[in-house]
């Protein structure tokens, strides 16, 4: 039988959730698909912004292009914000790095070590993956109908409880601190987070999102190697734009555009 810390509870978690549009519905699932399948389900039957499903457990957790998220039960955070922003279809992945600001912000001072962003979606700490964010939006006449923001941290998991292939790669809160968090304060306090700076990008536009995003982006004029699923591009990051897509200062000085892909360190011999 779990003991309490491994137990999520709606009860426990509404109760540090400030009165705000996310989290004003919050459910928890023993085990789920994906709580993003879960969420996008909710949405397609109408269900309201800011409802908030987590899960403890995923059996079909995914990662982006068809990956797949390790979930293990009891250990880690998986949940998925329902949002419904007016947003034309082109800023959908402004959400992304609003919400890996909001863990950044939010993490930062819990852990003492600042936390590292990795564009577009990683979280990583001490060279290791922390956590990863899937927003997946369904649009409609140019506008976003939706958008599942979905999160997961490693919270609970000791290292052994890792696949080999994910031991060298991923850490988590526990690993990185020695002490194991309690989840439900943990998610209260990352769904406020996640409420003011989604407040804050829909009512202030993308600038100051995108400067705050900067801090946490460990790679900005650094010489880097981008995956596309058909080019592989090498230049030095400059930061993003005001659309969220990563500029590459390109050798022959040619600053190039990127909206989806995976970021490394020059040269460096990592997969994601
Ligand atoms: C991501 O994709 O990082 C997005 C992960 C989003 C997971 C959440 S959990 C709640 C919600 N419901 C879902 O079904 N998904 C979301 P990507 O950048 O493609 O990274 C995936 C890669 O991260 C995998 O191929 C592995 O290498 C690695 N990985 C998988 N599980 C991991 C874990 N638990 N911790 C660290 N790395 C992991």
Known sequence: MP?????LSEAAIRAGVAAGTLGRVIRCLERVDSTNLYA???AEEEGPEGVVVLAEEQTQGRGRLGRTWFSPPHANLYFSVLLRPPFPAGRAPQ???MAAVALAETLHPLLGDAPEIKWPNDIVVRG???A??????????DRIKFAILGIGINVNLTPGALPEPLRARATSLRELSGVPWDRNKLAALLIQGLDRCYKELTQRGFGEMA??????????DRRV??????????GVAAGIDADGALLVRERSGTLRRVLAGDVFPASADRCS
């Open 3 to 7: 003991a309490d810390l491994d137990i």
């Open 40 to 42: 996008r389900r909710l």
């Open 95 to 97: 959400i992304t790095l």
């Open 128 to 130: 290791k993956k922390l």
């Open 132 to 141: 990863g964010i899937l927003t997946e939006s369904a649009c409609a006449a």
């Open 211 to 220: 400067a705050r995003w900067e801090r946490y982006f460990a790679l900005k």
């Open 225 to 234: 190697e981008v995956r596309m699923t058909d080019e592989v591009l090498r």
